[in-house]
């Protein structure tokens, strides 16, 4: 389905041309003498008619349509006016004007400097003055977050929380929403996922370096993608023409990780200039370049839930040996062919590889039981309750693969101002990609022993004999392998048109648009077992651990064993011939095509009414899918291809207002709605069939729909002061969740279908309290004091149908309290910063829908983290932070806490730099 974007125009157009308007604009420029900056995010007021606009990049502001006279321009920062100027607009005339701050030494210095004030006191602005609800997180000068990557900085917004992995910030959680609901776009195109069932993007391959600001959209406008339940995260990269000329910027770092005693470097660089032509263009060229690399490893002991009536079935150790390296680079051009058109070419290439070992213990408990048929005893799995000992199968278990991801971004766009129009339009171009080129899935080695137990239901301890420790009691039984390729490929471009006017003397903008994107998401993996190596000339005494092993393994969690070599188990894989052992059902149903076009168009105006201003639209997005994947009969082995295809739409309306009190006060209210496709993973075409039961994702999954509603009241108080509270609310409809599917079109004849499937609904409510200030009012040195604090309150519910009937749960993922507490300190060159950040227990991961007892849930964590810098000369800055310094663990827990699914430990890690800026 079409949408008329040519009549809609058409009408649009007649309809503005014949409105009242003026006759004059003003364009001009906020620029920083002292620092040779331009200034964004400052508010530009007309005095005499109250009308207010924030400055943009290269700190340009627009002010059409306005009456001939004389008007003052008042520049407010964090609520006070540092700068007044008169300027005059003539009839039919654009008048041009540059405002310059700090021309002389004044305590407006003070709010203009880089530091911890200015970046929150920058952001206030921004928040304050946007028409929807934003939160927004700034770099400082060029780009130098204070946290590590992009996840963790978001970590401090309120309503915001994160997913770790290996205790590295990675994926970002919105007021509870999963990763996969909320959006992620790199200067307004929307970022591709590398892994292979996922639509979250993972925000720690975003070095900081490349990194001016991070923008959150907790309330979608209908300009936007309304792909996000939770919100958006909009990523912006470096603009050279914020600066007047040459600058540039270099750093170094190094990083000690405690739990392994390992040290790793870090360095980045970013430069950039400004070039001005004769005939008045400026062209910006700005590049980055960041290299970090981690070594560091954790502890684990897990049950996975095994737990029966308060036994357990099976244990796990694992000891993890990590190094994780990331390349990021920036290449931006910024082209101002004059004032009322731009040009920009934005470039951002991320690269992480991921180099895992994984040293396993896998325990299995049970009993010797008499089988009549094979007239001897064998063993059979039996729970075993804490502190009992007896016989397990043992599985030392080694994992090594290398993993890299990629993400390329490409925007190229313009915006242009034609008399009371403006014109903007930008192409877009991304690529994700995961490449494993050959990584061993799990090298087993077996033994049964007798003498077997654990004590402690939280953290177990493995009660064991001294055989357990001996590598010649186990043999090799297997070794997987698997090579694999994700790509994430996505094309976009839109185009958007305003027109600002006057209705009844108030200001106010019509903007429609449309945009066209085309996704394609291709897996293939080739995927080998490796057994019966006996039969291929190997003898049960080469088959031995012994000969394998390279020494003891460093697990801080109690014994563990021997190691397990890696590039002893790749010579007995090169010894072998791999085409002989193709795992042909793993191979082929992991290979599909999913194709996802989405069409989209939009209307919507606003209105300044006095201190009201209005918002209101709609917004249209026509969904197509197209999938090409496989079905594999495991009776008849036979694959057969598995095509599909599913369309819909969805009309989304929108309403938002911002009332303003007074000058330091206003009110939010908001009613939006968005639309978020299943994963991939979800809907993928892919059906493995036993009898008539099956594993399969489901194509024909409809979207996830929200209705929104968010009420808020922002109280403003001097420099990086502000108070607020907030509530929302989320209708969320067609939830999906695992689900037995038999029955359902296209899986009639099968009794039994795990999938997935749509749920009736799921609400989320919740309250978000934030506070900041800076402390200027006490004596010094407490005067350099900043404190910073937000909690966010929620409660969710969502509906599980199964064949017995309904369940109700709380959103996975959800944790229904998270909350932040920064202490700052910044005078005389010295910047200090403790932060601590606690979310609640939340459920991750649902058993049975029709059974709570094999619920799994992630405990409560509060992580500790301090980071200090101290400006040597005014270019030249130490840094030193650490990381986790109360080695908060991670825990999971099985329906009760005392009840282990995953306990692991990383240790503190240390960070210390040293950076030099040009400026």
Same mark, same amino acid.
């Given at each position: 389905?079409?949408?008329?974007?040519?009549?809609?125009?058409?009408?649009?157009?007649?309809?503005?041309?014949? +409105?009242?308007?003026?006759?004059?604009?003003? /364009? !001009? &420029?906020?620029?920083? #003498?002292? *620092?040779?900056?331009?200034?964004?995010? $400052?508010?530009?007021?007309?005095?005499?008619?109250?009308?207010?606009?924030?400055?943009?990049?290269?700190?340009?502001?627009?002010?059409?349509?306005?009456?001939?006279?004389?008007?003052?321009?008042?520049?407010?920062?964090?609520?006070?006016?540092?700068?007044?100027?008169?300027?005059?607009?003539?009839?039919?005339?654009?008048?041009?004007?540059?405002?310059?701050?700090?021309?002389?030494?004044?305590?407006?210095?003070?709010?203009?400097?880089?530091?911890?004030?200015?970046?929150?006191?920058?952001?206030?602005?921004?928040?304050?003055?946007?028409?929807?609800?934003?939160?927004?997180?700034?770099?400082?000068?060029?780009?130098?977050?204070?946290?590590?990557?992009?996840?963790?900085?978001?970590?401090?917004?309120?309503? +915001?929380?994160?997913?770790?992995?290996?205790? /590295? !910030? &990675?994926?970002?959680? #919105?007021? *509870?929403?999963?990763?996969?609901?909320? $959006?992620?776009?790199?200067?307004?195109?929307?970022?591709?996922?590398?892994?292979?069932?996922?639509?979250?993007?993972?925000?720690?391959?975003?070095?900081?370096?490349?990194?001016?600001?991070?923008?959150?959209?907790?309330?979608?406008?209908?300009?936007?993608?309304?792909?996000?339940?939770?919100?958006?995260?909009?990523?912006?990269?470096?603009?050279?023409?914020?600066?007047?000329?040459?600058?540039?910027?270099?750093?170094?770092?190094?990083?000690?990780?405690?739990?392994?005693?390992?040290?790793?470097?870090?360095?980045?660089?970013?430069?950039?200039?400004?070039?001005?032509?004769?005939?008045?263009?400026?062209?910006?060229?700005?590049?980055?370049?960041?290299?970090?690399?981690?070594?560091?490893?954790?502890?684990?002991?897990?049950?996975?839930?095994?737990?029966?009536? !308060?036994?357990?079935?099976?244990?796990?150790?694992?000891?993890?040996?990590?190094?994780?390296?990331?390349?990021?680079?920036?290449?931006?051009?910024?082209?101002?062919?004059?004032?009322?058109?731009?040009?920009?070419?934005?470039?951002?290439?991320?690269?992480?590889?991921?180099?895992?070992?994984?040293?396993?213990?896998?325990?299995?408990?049970?009993?010797?039981?008499?089988?009549?048929?094979?007239?001897?005893?064998?063993?059979?799995?039996?729970?075993?309750?804490?502190?009992?000992?007896?016989?397990?199968?043992?599985?030392?278990?080694?994992?090594?693969?290398?993993?890299?991801?990629?993400?390329?971004?490409?925007?190229?766009?313009?915006?242009?101002?034609?008399?009371?129009?403006?014109?903007?339009?930008?192409?877009?171009?991304?690529?994700?990609?995961?490449?494993?080129?050959?990584?061993?899935?799990?090298?087993?080695?077996?033994?049964?022993?007798? !003498?077997?137990?654990?004590?402690?239901?939280?953290?177990?301890?493995?009660?064991?004999?001294?055989?357990?420790?001996?590598?010649?009691?186990?043999?090799?039984?297997?070794?997987?392998?698997?090579?694999?390729?994700?790509?994430?490929?996505?094309?976009?471009?839109?185009?958007?048109?305003?027109?600002?006017?006057?209705?009844?003397?108030?200001?106010?903008?019509?903007?429609?648009?449309?945009?066209?994107?085309?996704?394609?998401?291709?897996?293939?993996?080739?995927?080998?077992?490796?057994?019966?190596?006996?039969?291929?000339?190997?003898?049960?005494?080469?088959?031995?651990?012994?000969?394998?092993?390279?020494?003891?393994?460093?697990?801080?969690?109690?014994?563990?064993?021997?190691?397990?070599?890696?590039?002893?188990?790749?010579?007995?894989?090169?010894?072998?011939?791999?085409?002989?052992?193709?795992?042909?059902?793993?191979?082929?149903?992991?290979?599909?095509?999913?194709?996802?076009?989405?069409?989209?168009?939009?209307?919507?105006?606003?209105?300044?009414?006095?201190?009201?201003?209005?918002?209101?639209?709609?917004?249209?997005?026509?969904?197509?899918?197209?999938?090409?994947?496989?079905?594999?009969?495991?009776?008849?082995?036979?694959?057969?291809?598995?095509?599909?295809?599913?369309?819909?739409?969805?009309?989304?309306?929108?309403?938002?207002?911002?009332?303003?009190?007074?000058?330091?006060?206003?009110?939010?209210?908001?009613?939006?709605?968005?639309?978020?496709?299943?994963?991939?993973?979800?809907?993928?075409?892919?059906?493995?069939?036993?009898?008539?039961?099956?594993?399969?994702?489901?194509?024909?999954?409809?979207?996830?729909?929200?209705?929104?509603?968010?009420?808020?009241?922002?109280?403003?108080?001097?420099?990086?002061?502000?108070?607020?509270?907030?509530?929302?609310?989320?209708?969320?409809?067609?939830?999906?969740?695992?689900?037995?599917?038999?029955?359902?079109?296209?899986?009639?004849?099968?009794?039994?279908?795990?999938?997935?499937?749509?749920?009736?609904?799921?609400?989320?409510?919740?309250?978000?309290?934030?506070?900041?200030?800076?402390?200027?009012?006490?004596?010094?040195?407490?005067?350099?004091?900043?404190?910073?604090?937000?909690?966010?309150?929620?409660?969710?519910?969502?509906?599980?149908?199964?064949?017995?009937?309904?369940?109700?749960?709380?959103?996975?993922?959800?944790?229904?309290?998270?909350?932040?507490?920064?202490?700052?300190?910044?005078?005389?060159?010295?910047?200090?910063?403790?932060?601590?950040?606690?979310?609640?227990?939340?459920?991750?991961?649902?058993?049975?829908?029709?059974?709570?007892?094999?619920?799994?849930?992630?405990?409560?964590?509060?992580?500790?983290?301090?980071?200090?810098?101290?400006?040597?000369?005014?270019?030249?800055?130490?840094?030193?932070?650490?990381?986790?310094?109360?080695?908060?663990?991670?825990?999971?827990?099985?329906?009760?806490?005392?009840?282990?699914?995953?306990?692991?430990?990383?240790?503190?890690?240390?960070?210390?730099?040293?950076?030099?800026?040009?400026?």
């Amino acid at each position: 389905m079409t949408f008329p974007i040519k009549p809609l125009a058409a009408t649009i157009a007649l309809f503005s041309a014949s +409105l009242a308007q003026a006759d004059g604009n003003i /364009e !001009g &420029r906020l620029m920083d #003498v002292q *620092g040779k900056t331009t200034y964004t995010d $400052a508010l530009i007021r007309v005095d005499e008619l109250k009308r207010d606009v924030l400055t943009g990049a290269s700190g340009r502001f627009r002010i059409p349509v306005l009456p001939a006279g004389n008007y003052t321009l008042s520049v407010i920062v964090g609520g006070e006016a540092v700068k007044q100027q008169t300027i005059r607009v003539t009839d039919n005339q654009t008048t041009q004007t540059t405002i310059l701050l700090n021309e002389a030494d004044s305590e407006l210095e003070e709010i203009l400097v880089i530091g911890q004030a200015a970046q929150v006191q920058k952001a206030l602005d921004r928040q304050r003055f946007a028409d929807n609800t934003i939160s927004v997180i700034n770099a400082d000068a060029i780009g130098q977050l204070p946290d590590s990557n992009a996840a963790e900085a978001l970590q401090r917004v309120p309503g +915001l929380s994160i997913e770790r992995d290996q205790g /590295e !910030g &990675r994926f970002v959680r #919105v007021r *509870g929403i999963s990763p996969d609901l909320n $959006a992620v776009t790199v200067n307004g195109t929307q970022l591709p996922a590398p892994e292979g069932g996922r639509r979250a993007v993972a925000l720690d391959v975003m070095p900081a370096d490349l990194i001016s600001a991070l923008v959150v959209t907790k309330t979608l406008t209908p300009d936007m993608d309304a792909n996000a339940i939770g919100g958006s995260i909009e990523v912006e990269s470096l603009s050279a023409l914020n600066r007047e000329g040459g600058f540039y910027s270099l750093r170094a770092e190094a990083k000690y990780d405690e739990l392994t005693d390992q040290t790793s470097p870090a360095y980045g660089a970013s430069a950039g200039n400004t070039f001005e032509f004769n005939s008045g263009q400026r062209l910006g060229v700005a590049a980055a370049f960041s290299y970090d690399q981690r070594k560091f490893g954790s502890d684990n002991v897990e049950t996975g839930g095994a737990w029966d009536g !308060g036994q357990l079935e099976e244990l796990e150790q694992r000891d993890y040996r990590i190094e994780r390296e990331r390349i990021g680079a920036a290449l931006n051009f910024d082209l101002e062919w004059d004032a009322a058109n731009r040009f920009y070419l934005r470039n951002l290439y991320s690269s992480y590889k991921d180099d895992e070992q994984r040293l396993a213990n896998v325990v299995t408990f049970g009993e010797e039981v008499f089988d009549a048929d094979e007239n001897e005893n064998v063993f059979e799995d039996s729970p075993r309750a804490a502190g009992d000992t007896g016989l397990a199968e043992v599985a030392r278990e080694l994992k090594d693969r290398e993993e890299t991801q990629e993400i390329l971004s490409t925007t190229l766009g313009g915006e242009h101002f034609i008399d009371d129009w403006t014109l903007e339009y930008a192409l877009g171009y991304s690529k994700a990609q995961e490449d494993e080129p050959g990584g061993i899935g799990g090298a087993v080695f077996e033994a049964e022993l007798d !003498g077997i137990g654990f004590s402690n239901s939280r953290k177990p301890r493995l009660i064991a004999p001294a055989a357990y420790y001996n590598g010649d009691q186990y043999q090799l039984d297997k070794i997987e392998y698997e090579e694999a390729l994700t790509e994430d490929q996505q094309t976009s471009f839109r185009i958007d048109l305003t027109r600002d006017i006057f209705i009844n003397d108030y200001p106010s903008q019509l903007k429609f648009g449309a945009k066209m994107s085309e996704r394609e998401k291709e897996s293939q993996i080739d995927a080998y077992e490796f057994e019966d190596f006996t039969d291929h000339g190997f003898s049960d005494s080469q088959l031995t651990l012994n000969n394998f092993s390279s020494g003891e393994a460093d697990y801080g969690l109690g014994r563990f064993g021997p190691q397990i070599s890696a590039s002893k188990v790749r010579n007995i894989i090169n010894a072998l011939n791999k085409s002989d052992f193709i795992n042909a059902e793993d191979s082929g149903i992991e290979d599909y095509r999913i194709e996802e076009s989405i069409n989209a168009a939009y209307l919507m105006a606003n209105m300044e009414l006095d201190d009201l201003l209005l918002l209101a639209g709609v917004r249209y997005e026509a969904t197509q899918h197209d999938f090409d994947g496989s079905a594999f009969d495991k009776d008849a082995e036979v694959f057969t291809a598995y095509r599909d295809d599913n369309r819909y739409s969805h009309v989304l309306p929108n309403l938002q207002a911002r009332y303003r009190l007074n000058d330091d006060t206003q009110l939010r209210a908001a009613w939006s709605n968005s639309v978020v496709r299943p994963t991939f993973e979800q809907m993928a075409p892919a059906l493995a069939s036993e009898g008539d039961e099956a594993e399969s994702g489901n194509p024909q999954l409809d979207a996830m729909t929200s209705s929104n509603l968010d009420f808020s009241i922002e109280h403003y108080t001097g420099t990086a002061g502000a108070i607020s509270a907030a509530l929302f609310y989320k209708d969320i409809q067609d939830f999906i969740y695992q689900a037995d599917i038999a029955g359902q079109p296209g899986f009639e004849t099968y009794s039994e279908v795990e999938s997935y499937d749509n749920g009736n609904a799921a609400t989320l409510t919740g309250i978000e309290l934030a506070a900041s200030q800076k402390l200027t009012q006490l004596a010094a040195p407490f005067d350099g004091l900043l404190v910073s604090a937000n909690l966010t309150l929620s409660d969710s519910q969502a509906q599980l149908n199964y064949a017995g009937g309904q369940r109700n749960i709380q959103l996975p993922n959800h944790s229904d309290t998270t909350a932040n507490l920064v202490l700052g300190y910044e005078k005389h060159g010295l910047m200090l910063r403790l932060a601590s950040n606690y979310k609640s227990d939340y459920l991750l991961e649902v058993s049975a829908a029709g059974d709570k007892s094999g619920d799994i849930y992630q405990d409560a964590q509060t992580q500790l983290d301090f980071s200090a810098a101290y400006n040597i000369s005014a270019q030249l800055k130490v840094n030193f932070a650490i990381t986790n310094i109360t080695d908060e663990p991670y825990y999971a827990y099985q329906n009760n806490t005392k009840y282990n699914a995953q306990y692991e430990e990383y240790g503190p890690t240390y960070r210390l730099g040293i950076s030099y800026n040009s400026f």
